[in-house]
């Protein structure tokens, strides 16, 4: 069975520009979250997505967005990127998302430079 | 505030050392706690743990949970160079929704040395 995947795997936007990173969970499972992980930092939460609502929402600006479809995929949107958005950006699923002992699953990352 | 906390941040040893990795947390509910490896981009997950003093194993890895003094620990014995990687230590943390998002530590920086 396929992992959880990301696309693009590398992308450079410059300051004041929009980025769309895209997520698809492994199979059957209906939860994402997002995550930043900036150099030397563990992961920080962005949104989490069950069932194409959000359930969870950490502390970052509204320039960040997401959606989740009906086929269980996501996109994360931020839009006026600054350069403190350079980041991994990784996608995580999960079953359901609401037993805290269900084990997320990552995938390989969007990896985002802005000049 | 709820916090995940690990140690060292950084680590060289030599192949077939043993190493100990660690993770303290203060987190409201606890319910477990979670070891990833993340060698270039994906954290890959290792272990699970709930329950205090058992010892979960794999390989030459093996970590256990302290919940009374609220930390983890991670072994790697007989140390190979692909061991080295970013261990990271993650604790859910509820929302009110009933759904949970990770908080993570810091992570430990691994590196092995033929």
């Known amino acids: 069975d396929a992992g959880v995947t990301q696309s693009p795997t590398h992308l450079i936007k410059t300051r004041g520009q929009h980025v769309t990173l895209r997520c698809s969970p492994i199979s059957g499972h209906k939860s994402v979250s997002w995550y930043q992980q900036v150099l030397g930092q563990g992961p920080q939460f962005i949104f989490q997505?069950?069932?194409?609502?959000?359930?969870g929402r950490g502390n970052f600006p509204d320039r960040f967005s997401a959606r989740q479809f009906p086929n269980y995929s996501s996109e994360l949107n931020v839009n006026a990127l600054l350069l403190g958005d350079s980041a991994l950006y990784l996608c995580?699923?999960?079953?359901?998302?609401?037993?805290?002992?269900?084990?997320?699953?990552f995938g390989p990352g969007t990896r985002l430079l802005v000049l | 505030e709820d916090k995940v906390v690990q140690s060292p941040l950084s680590l060289v040893v030599h192949e077939g050392d043993t190493v100990t990795l660690n993770c303290s947390y203060e987190v409201t509910n606890f319910r477990s706690l979670l070891w990833y490896k993340q060698e270039k981009k994906a954290p890959t997950f290792l272990f699970m743990l709930t329950s205090s003093g058992i010892e979960k194993k794999s390989g030459r890895l093996s970590s256990i949970l302290d919940k009374k003094e609220l930390f983890s620990i991670l072994n790697i014995t007989a140390t190979q160079t692909g061991d080295s990687a970013i261990y990271l230590c993650a604790v859910p943390l509820l929302f009110t929704s009933g759904t949970y998002k990770y908080i993570f530590g810091t992570g430990t920086r691994l590196k092995v040395l033929a």
């Open positions: 997505y069950y069932e194409k609502e959000e359930r």
């Open positions: 995580a699923s999960s079953l359901f998302g609401r037993a805290s002992q269900e084990t997320q699953y």
